[in-house]
C-alpha cells in the first residue's frame, strides 16, 4: 500500500461536525443509541476515558510500534516495548484524563498492559510477513457501489494492520477484551465493511480476509484470532443501508433513547440519560 493519505495525529484532530464525515465507531454508537451519539458527537459532550478503554489504546500504541518496527524490517525485543509502555503512562494518563480508583487499580492496569503485550508478541509467527500498512488513515468519498450515488462526505478509517498473503491482503484490528469466546461476526459488521470499503478504495484491490485479533484481559493473558472472509456485496448493500438511515436521522435531528443491554457500560448512564425526557 501506498503511505497514509493523512497521519493519525490529523485523524485525532478531526473532531469537527457530524456532516464532516461518516466512521464506523460513530455509526456504531449511533446504531447502540443515538441519544449517547447526540450527547458526543452533537452536543460535544467529553468524558475521561475509562480505565477499560485505556488499557485498550496503550495496548495498541505498544503494538502500532512494534509492527512499525517489522514494516521496517527492524526488530524490537519484548523488554524494549515494555520500556516504552512505561515511559508513556504517566504523559498518557494526563492527555486521556483517565480516572482510576485509587493507586492498586492503576497498578493493576498498568501490569495487565504488560502482560497482554509481552502475550501478543510471544505468539507471532516467526514467519509473520513484513506489514503492508499500520495504523493506516485513510478516507475514501462514500460512493454506493451499487447505484452510484455520491453522499457527498468521506468514509473514514484507521487500519490497524495489513499484511501480505497469497490469497489478497490481510486487515487485522486488534482487540482487547474482559472475556474470550469467538465474537458472532455480524456484531462487527459494520467496522469489517468499513475497512473493506477502504481498503480497496485505497489499494484498488480486494482483501483476502479479515480478522480480528482478541486480546483478552484473562488472569493470563489470551490471544485469540478470528478470521472472516472477504467482504460480499450483501455486506456493502446492507452497509450503505445503515449510511443511509443515519444520515437521515442526523437531517431530521432525530435522536431516540434506546435502552438496552449496552446501557450497563454507558459513560451516560448516570448523568445525562436519568434527565432525558424526550
Given at each position: 500500500?501506498?503511505?497514509?493519505?493523512?497521519?493519525?495525529?490529523?485523524a485525532?484532530?478531526?473532531?469537527?461536525?457530524?456532516?464532516?464525515?461518516?466512521?464506523?465507531?460513530?455509526?456504531?454508537?449511533?446504531?447502540k443509541?443515538?441519544?449517547?451519539?447526540?450527547?458526543r458527537?452533537?452536543?460535544?459532550?467529553?468524558?475521561?476515558?475509562?480505565?477499560?478503554?485505556?488499557?485498550?489504546?496503550?495496548?495498541?500504541?505498544?503494538?502500532?510500534?512494534?509492527?512499525?518496527?517489522?514494516?521496517?524490517?527492524?526488530?524490537?525485543?519484548?523488554?524494549?516495548?515494555a520500556?516504552?509502555?512505561?515511559?508513556?503512562?504517566?504523559?498518557?494518563?494526563?492527555?486521556?484524563?483517565?480516572?482510576?480508583?485509587?493507586?492498586?487499580?492503576?497498578?493493576?492496569?498498568?501490569?495487565?498492559?504488560?502482560?497482554?503485550?509481552?502475550?501478543?508478541?510471544?505468539?507471532?509467527?516467526?514467519?509473520?510477513?513484513?506489514?503492508?500498512?499500520?495504523?493506516?488513515?485513510?478516507?475514501?468519498?462514500?460512493?454506493?457501489?451499487?447505484?452510484?450515488?455520491?453522499?457527498?462526505?468521506?468514509l473514514?478509517?484507521?487500519?490497524?494492520?495489513v499484511?501480505?498473503?497469497?490469497?489478497?491482503?490481510?486487515?487485522?484490528?486488534?482487540?482487547?477484551?474482559?472475556?474470550?469466546?469467538?465474537?458472532?461476526?455480524?456484531?462487527?459488521?459494520?467496522?469489517?465493511?468499513?475497512?473493506?470499503?477502504?481498503?480497496?478504495?485505497?489499494?484498488?484491490?480486494?482483501?483476502?480476509?479479515?480478522?480480528?485479533?482478541?486480546?483478552?484481559?484473562?488472569?493470563?493473558?489470551?490471544?485469540?484470532?478470528?478470521?472472516?472472509?472477504?467482504?460480499?456485496?450483501?455486506?456493502?448493500?446492507?452497509?450503505?443501508?445503515?449510511?443511509?438511515?443515519?444520515?437521515?436521522?442526523?437531517?431530521?435531528?432525530?435522536?431516540?433513547?434506546?435502552?438496552?443491554?449496552?446501557?450497563?457500560?454507558?459513560?451516560?448512564?448516570?448523568?445525562?440519560?436519568?434527565?432525558?425526557?424526550?
Amino acid at each position: 500500500m501506498s503511505p497514509e493519505l493523512f497521519t493519525r495525529q490529523q485523524a485525532a484532530q478531526r473532531a469537527g461536525g457530524v456532516w464532516d464525515y461518516v466512521s464506523a465507531s460513530r455509526l456504531n454508537l449511533w446504531l447502540k443509541c443515538p441519544l449517547a451519539f447526540q450527547l458526543r458527537y452533537v452536543e460535544g459532550v467529553e468524558s475521561p476515558v475509562s480505565p477499560a478503554l485505556f488499557i485498550g489504546k496503550r495496548v495498541h500504541a505498544a503494538l502500532e510500534g512494534y509492527y512499525r518496527h517489522r514494516q521496517l524490517g527492524l526488530a524490537i525485543e519484548p523488554e524494549q516495548l515494555a520500556l516504552r509502555i512505561h515511559g508513556d503512562w504517566a504523559q498518557a494518563m494526563h492527555e486521556e484524563r483517565v480516572q482510576f480508583a485509587d493507586t492498586a487499580d492503576e497498578e493493576a492496569a498498568y501490569e495487565q498492559t504488560q502482560k497482554l503485550v509481552a502475550a501478543y508478541v510471544a505468539q507471532v509467527p516467526a514467519d509473520e510477513p513484513r506489514p503492508l500498512a499500520v495504523e493506516a488513515a485513510i478516507e475514501a468519498p462514500l460512493v454506493d457501489p451499487q447505484t452510484g450515488e455520491d453522499f457527498g462526505l468521506p468514509l473514514v478509517g484507521i487500519i490497524d494492520l495489513v499484511l501480505p498473503a497469497a490469497g489478497g491482503p490481510t486487515i487485522a484490528d486488534f482487540k482487547t477484551s474482559s472475556r474470550g469466546n469467538e465474537p458472532l461476526e455480524i456484531t462487527h459488521e459494520v467496522q469489517l465493511s468499513s475497512y473493506s470499503y477502504l481498503f480497496r478504495h485505497h489499494a484498488a484491490e480486494p482483501e483476502g480476509a479479515i480478522e480480528i485479533r482478541n486480546l483478552t484481559k484473562t488472569k493470563t493473558p489470551k490471544i485469540e484470532c478470528y478470521r472472516y472472509g472477504p467482504r460480499e456485496e450483501r455486506h456493502q448493500r446492507r452497509l450503505f443501508a445503515v449510511i443511509r438511515a443515519y444520515l437521515d436521522a442526523l437531517d431530521m435531528g432525530r435522536f431516540v433513547f434506546r435502552p438496552g443491554f449496552g446501557c450497563s457500560s454507558c459513560e451516560f448512564r448516570t448523568t445525562h440519560c436519568q434527565h432525558w425526557c424526550g
